[in-house]
């Protein structure tokens, strides 16, 4: 279970380029949510994502993780925790290396093992199994450099990175963004059957307000660092995107002002 507590992040404080990114914002996620985000921009979306992932330190408040206060826990440390993906298929792994070399990495992590150690046959083979849950063929392209890969396969291959390990809690950073319809729906479909088959507790940053209603169990919408409305069960099973618009507009005052998000 994942805890914030009172959280504020504010950047340039005390100058003309002051920046209030998230204040005063309170959280609870259950074990085993999936948990959709939305939000025009600046809404404090990613500012929140990199405040859990320990990316940068919180001005205020608290972080508890199974239990754990991680507020002030060093980013290295919490990754053996956190998984994350972000927008960019070219983050998340390093391209020079191969498809085995990038998994390995991952996965002697994983393991508690030094990051370089040599691999048996029984790691190889265990790596090689799940690739081919993949579904793409990468089981046989196993020594191919990941900067030969399209887009949407080093997307996928960054998720089986991110949660080789089964990770107390995974980060979604738009991680279908820049893929093309086909293949975000394939990266979209992978997510959902390794985050239920591993009972990973997830947060989903989302522009698509389809995907923030068809993917996981709860939905929430952020403005101005904060958390507007949140829903889940039987309500949002029955909610459409226009809802969404009504509802954002009911809380807040405002229409939601990201074209992306209307028109997707």
Not at 153 to 172: D, F, G, V, W
Request: contains cysteine; proline residues 2%; hydrophobic residues 35%.
């Amino acid at each position: 279970m994942l805890k914030l507590i009172n959280i504020s992040k504010t950047f340039n404080e005390g100058t003309a380029d002051e920046k209030r990114a998230v204040e005063n914002l309170n959280l609870t996620v259950e074990d085993g949510d999936f948990i959709t985000i939305i939000g025009s921009n600046g809404a404090g979306k990613s500012t929140l994502f990199n405040i859990i992932a320990g990316n940068i330190l919180t001005d205020s408040g608290s972080i508890i993780l199974d239990g754990k206060d991680i507020t002030f826990e060093k980013e290295h440390v919490r990754s053996r925790k956190i998984g994350r993906l972000f927008q960019d298929p070219m983050s998340g792994t390093c391209p020079d290396l191969t498809i085995e070399e990038n998994l390995s990495l991952a996965y002697l992590q994983s393991q508690g093992r030094a990051l370089f150690s040599r691999i048996s046959r029984k790691d190889r083979n265990i790596i090689k199994d799940k690739l081919a849950l993949l579904d793409m063929g990468l089981e046989d392209r196993m020594n191919s450099p990941m900067s030969t890969l399209s887009g949407g396969q080093r997307q996928a291959i960054t998720l089986l990175m991110a949660t080789i390990s089964k990770p107390q809690l995974l980060l979604l950073d738009e991680h279908t963004a820049a893929l093309d319809p086909a293949t975000a729906d394939k990266v979209l479909s992978l997510t959902r059957k390794i985050v239920e088959e591993n009972h990973i507790t997830t947060l989903m940053i989302t522009h698509n307000m389809h995907q923030a209603l068809e993917m996981g169990n709860r939905t929430l919408m952020m403005k101005d660092g904060n958390i507007v409305f949140d829903c889940k069960g039987e309500e949002r099973n029955n909610y459409t995107v226009n809802d969404l618009l009504s509802r954002f507009k009911e809380n807040t005052g405002s229409e939601i002002d990201n074209d992306r998000m209307l028109l997707d």
